[in-house]
């Protein structure tokens, strides 16, 4: 007789979505959280899921689209003026993948680093 297959539960969505579906759970009631195509993702977007996760696989290819922001520019640079943040966090000029790439030991492999 065959051994059981372990059924996990998928829940696919957008960063935008994650507060209406998860609102209720609490800091790492997720166990993992895939992020697909992270190179095009804001940081900001993704960080309620990142923060009810307990494990994160973001994977993507920073050399493609930076992430896709609906704020206009001069918006965004007013909010970074009064917040007094680093232009790096900028939404638009830095994704998850390049967080992720930051933090771990295993960024850079199989990739050609940003040279622009």
């Known amino acids: 007789m065959a ?30 959280l895939p992020i697909d195509e992270a190179g095009q993702a804001a940081p900001q977007a993704a960080l309620g899921a990142i923060w009810r996760s307990r494990r994160v696989v973001a994977v993507g290819d920073p050399l493609q689209l930076d992430p896709i922001v609906g704020v206009l520019h001069t918006t965004r640079a007013k909010l970074l003026k009064y917040h007094d943040v680093a232009e790096t966090w900028l939404p638009g000029r830095t994704s998850v993948q390049a967080c992720a790439d930051g933090i771990t030991t295993l960024a850079g492999h199989g990739y050609l680093a940003r040279t622009t």
């Not at 059924?7 to 993992?32: K, N």
């Open 3 to 32: 051994e059981p297959v372990p059924v996990v539960p998928v829940v696919p969505t957008t960063s935008s979505s994650v507060h209406r579906l998860f609102g209720a759970l609490g800091h790492e009631s997720l166990g993992w």
